[in-house]
């Protein structure tokens, strides 16, 4: 009587089997550990991006000045991503960028100075000034302001009775515009602005009111002067930038936009 062939697998035969699908598995284990590192990159870049549209929506709704203090000058702040999807302990950095805006008279490329001259009633007659690189200035009691630009750099002194009350310098682009804000001065004394160097100024002051304003500029550029009740707001551009650590360049995401506020003295 015969019986049928039993015999099971060889040492060598498991072995080999074993071979042949570790050949077949590392591909596949390859491809699945691309796809979970691709996964992550995404996750990353799409939870950057709801944070730096998070942090633009935030600010929609501040004025001027509290808009200007949000830039971070260079620096980064910490943003928990768990502020955007829960159960996350990933902490992202990112970087404010705040910087007037407006409509340039020209097709050149103009970087922005703000300037407001406002009559506060307790305080008297008070400067606020925003430079191109997102420093700001401010004075009560002026009676007077300067903006030179030069060689990448400008200064600002603003005057109290003859004597420097407050100073600022920074960095300023070859193409510089101060856009002056006078709609608020509703002093009697009148208030001289000098303004020098590779710039140009524009004066907007309330109906009536140009003679307020003692305008002096050593500039190869005109200056123009506006008399209007109704330009009440300005513009700032605010830009987030989202990286990966506290140091380093990898930026994760960037967005900007420009906001129409009221401006300073209102």
Not at 212 to 222: G, M
Request: proline fraction near 3%.
């Amino acid at each position: 009587m015969k019986h049928g062939n039993n015999r099971g697998m060889t040492l060598v035969e498991v072995m080999v089997a074993l071979a042949v699908l570790a050949i077949l598995a590392i591909p596949l284990l390859s491809l699945y550990a691309s796809s979970a590192r691709t996964a992550a990159v995404s996750q990353k870049t799409t939870d950057a991006a709801l944070a730096a549209q998070g942090l633009l929506e935030g600010m929609a709704c501040g004025d001027y000045q509290s808009l200007l203090a949000r830039d971070t000058q260079g620096g980064r702040n910490a943003y928990s991503v768990s502020q955007v999807r829960q159960n996350s302990a990933d902490t992202f950095w990112y970087e404010v960028q705040i910087r007037p805006q407006g409509h340039p008279p020209d097709d050149a490329q103009w970087d922005y100075l703000h300037l407001f001259i406002y009559t506060d009633a307790t305080a008297g007659t008070c400067a606020y000034l925003a430079g191109p690189d997102g420093k700001t200035l401010s004075a009560q009691g002026v009676t007077g302001v300067s903006v030179s630009c030069a060689g990448g750099a400008y200064a600002v002194t603003m005057t109290r009775g003859g004597a420097a009350a407050a100073t600022l310098h920074g960095e300023a682009p070859a193409n510089m515009l101060a856009l002056v804000f006078g709609q608020n001065y509703s002093g009697g004394a009148v208030i001289p602005l000098t303004f020098s160097g590779s710039m140009k100024a524009s004066v907007v002051c309330a109906p009536g009111q140009s003679d307020r304003f003692s305008v002096t500029q050593a500039s190869t550029y005109l200056l123009n002067t506006l008399e209007s009740s109704e330009l009440q707001e300005t513009l700032v551009k605010a830009t987030v930038s989202v990286y990966r650590g506290q140091t380093g360049t990898e930026r994760l995401a960037e967005y900007s936009d420009v906001f129409l506020v009221a401006g300073v003295g209102e």
